[in-house]
C-alpha cells in the first residue's frame, strides 16, 4: 500500500523548504525593483488571468514562458520574477503566467487558462516559443504539446522546446491524496489531464528533467512520460539532475549558462 500522500510531501522532505516562499518573494520583489522592463497584462477576465513580461536589453529572439508550481492549489507569479534572468539575459522575453486556482477552478480549467495565456504572451512577441514549467507548472507545459492541445496550430508552428520540470504526468494517484479535496478529480479527469496517458503533438519536442534527490515518485513521473512518448513520433529526453531537490532543481534558471537555462531559452 502506497502512502501517496507522503510520496508527493516535498515540503516535509526538504530541511528548511518552509521559508522558501518568503525568500522567493524577497528575491522576486527585489528583481523587480532593478530597473528592469516588466509589464504586467491581463489575458482573461478574472482577477487570476494575468501575467508578467520581463523584456532583455536588446530585441528579443523570442517567447519564453514560465508557468509556475504549487499543486494547482497555491502560488503566484510575484514569486518567480527572478527565475526569469537566465532566459532573460539569453535574449528571450519571458513570460511568466499565473492561473485560477483549485478548488475554484478545476485543473481542466486550468489547463484552458495557460493554453489563452501562452496565445496572449505569443502575440506580443515574434519568433520562436519555449516553454517551461515547475511541477504542477511541468504539468501544464506537457498538457500544452498533447493530442488535444489548447494551443492553435499558428502557436504550435513557432514551439521548438517544452521542459517539464519536476512535472506531474500521471494524475491518477492524486485521487488518493488528501489535497484531492481541492482538486476534485475523479477518475474521467485524471485521465484525461494526465500527459502520458495522450499521444504527443505531433511537432512535440519535450524534456522531461528531474533532480536525482527528488521524491521517488517525481522521479518516477518524470521517466514514465518520456517512455510513454518514445516512438510517438514526438522528441523526447528525460534528464535526471544530480542530487537536487523538488526546489533546488529551479535554481539553474537564474544563471544563464547553466544546463538547465539552456535546455529552456538558450
Given at each position: 500500500m502506497t502512502d501517496w500522500d507522503d510520496a508527493y510531501a516535498n515540503t516535509a522532505h526538504v530541511p528548511g523548504s518552509e521559508a522558501l516562499p518568503g525568500q522567493?518573494?524577497?528575491?522576486?520583489?527585489a528583481y523587480r525593483a532593478s530597473g528592469l522592463r516588466i509589464e504586467e497584462h491581463a489575458y482573461g477576465a478574472h482577477p487570476r488571468e494575468r501575467l508578467d513580461m520581463v523584456w532583455p536589453d536588446s530585441p528579443a529572439k523570442g517567447l519564453a514562458v514560465f508557468v509556475h508550481g504549487g499543486y494547482w492549489i497555491r502560488l503566484d507569479k510575484s514569486l518567480w520574477t527572478h527565475f526569469a534572468e537566465g532566459a532573460r539575459a539569453n535574449g528571450w522575453a519571458v513570460c511568466l503566467a499565473q492561473y485560477t486556482l483549485a478548488p475554484e477552478a478545476r485543473i481542466a480549467e486550468i489547463t484552458q487558462q495557460v493554453g489563452r495565456a501562452i496565445a496572449f504572451a505569443a502575440g506580443l512577441v515574434d519568433g520562436p516559443v519555449r516553454l517551461a514549467g515547475h511541477s504542477a507548472g511541468g504539468h501544464l507545459?506537457?498538457?500544452?504539446?498533447?493530442?488535444?492541445?489548447?494551443?492553435?496550430?499558428?502557436?504550435l508552428d513557432r514551439l521548438e522546446h517544452t521542459l517539464?520540470?519536476?512535472?506531474?504526468?500521471?494524475?491518477?494517484?492524486?485521487?488518493?491524496?488528501?489535497?484531492?479535496?481541492?482538486?476534485?478529480?475523479d477518475e474521467a479527469e485524471a485521465r484525461q489531464e494526465s500527459a502520458a496517458l495522450h499521444r504527443p503533438e505531433t511537432r512535440a519536442n519535450l524534456t522531461a528533467w528531474v533532480g536525482g534527490g527528488e521524491r521517488?515518485?517525481?522521479?518516477?513521473?518524470?521517466?514514465?512520460?518520456?517512455?510513454?512518448w518514445q516512438g510517438l513520433g514526438a522528441e523526447v529526453a528525460c534528464v535526471v539532475d544530480g542530487a537536487h531537490?523538488?526546489?533546488?532543481?529551479i535554481d539553474a534558471l537564474k544563471d544563464p549558462g547553466s544546463n538547465l537555462t539552456r535546455a529552456f531559452a538558450p
Open positions: 522567493w518573494e524577497a528575491d522576486a520583489a507545459v506537457s498538457r500544452m504539446i498533447c493530442d488535444d492541445t489548447p494551443l492553435t496550430g499558428a502557436v517539464s520540470i519536476s512535472g506531474l504526468h500521471d494524475l491518477r494517484p492524486l485521487m488518493w491524496t488528501a489535497m484531492n479535496t481541492d482538486l476534485r478529480l521517488p515518485e517525481f522521479i518516477r513521473q518524470a521517466q514514465l512520460l518520456a517512455t510513454m531537490n523538488h526546489f533546488s532543481v
